[in-house]
T-cell receptor
Framework: AQSVTQLGSHVSVSEGALVLLRCNYS??????LFWYVQYPNQGLQLLLK??????LVKGINGFEAEFKKSETSFHLTKPSAHMSDAAEYFC?????????FGKGTRLSVIA | GAGVSQSPSNKVTEKGKDVELRCDPI?????LYWYRQSLGQGLEFLIY????????KSGLPSDRFSAERTGGSVSTLTIQRTQQEDSAVYLC????????????????FGPGTRLTVT
């Protein structure tokens, strides 16, 4: 079975500051891991995915995430937040079942 | 090319009525998924279709919920005798998939149908 825990339902950062959104997972098989972003009144859009190749994964809009097996983590980071990054972010894990999503983290960016 | 489309975008219905939500997946995608997104609850998996295999219905919350996929393409999610707790955004996604496979197939999401039960 798979599960995902996103730490912090709401994160607020200043424009230009580091963005760090936390995700921990559990999986009975080597997982595939995903981060999705959801802008208001829209569906989910894939930011990046880990597929057992490089542990540091780069995605769109300057986001990246690092797979750490020892910590069962897949935290999402961006060096410098932009106002347009304000959205809901979902971490998801896929093992032998369809994607299992975390509850999401709402990112607010303060000017 | 065209993405996943869903209709209607918004649906308001009275408690006890039946509703049908439609999903048109990306052409060529063999897998189709339905999720429910309630405020503060994240995404809840409902049902999964993969090719001609029997659907995985393990996420359906009650027997009032059902879904079908005709011709391996369009899918309809039906909720019978709607209740107020059914109010949510219903999201559909599709992906390439391989029967029995476990590939990291990226899911492409539609914009969702916002269902309000009054």
């Amino acid at each position: 079975a798979q599960s995902v825990t996103q730490l912090g339902s709401h994160v607020s950062v200043s424009e230009g500051a580091l963005v760090l959104l936390r995700c921990n997972y559990s999986s009975s098989v080597p997982p595939y891991l995903f981060w999705y972003v959801q802008y208001p009144n829209q569906g989910l859009q894939l930011l990046l995915k880990y597929t057992s190749a490089a542990t540091l994964v780069k995605g769109i809009n300057g986001f990246e995430a690092e797979f750490k097996k020892s910590e069962t983590s897949f935290h999402l980071t961006k060096p410098s937040a932009h106002m347009s990054d304000a959205a809901e972010y979902f971490c998801a894990v896929k093992g032998n079942t369809p994607l299992v999503f975390g509850k999401g983290t709402r990112l607010s960016v303060i000017a | 090319g065209a993405g996943v489309s869903q209709s209607p975008s918004n649906k308001v219905t009275e408690k006890g009525k039946d509703v049908e939500l439609r999903c048109d997946p990306i052409s060529g995608h063999t897998a189709l998924y339905w999720y429910r997104q309630s405020l503060g609850q994240g995404l809840e998996f409902l049902i999964y279709f993969q090719g001609n295999s029997a659907p995985d219905k393990s996420g359906l919350p009650s027997d009032r919920f059902s879904a079908e996929r005709t011709g391996g393409s369009v899918s309809t999610l039906t909720i019978q005798r709607t209740q107020q707790e059914d109010s949510a955004v219903y999201l559909c996604a599709s992906s390439f998939g391989q029967t029995g496979g476990r590939g990291p197939y990226e899911q492409y999401f539609g914009p969702g149908t916002r269902l309000t039960v009054t």
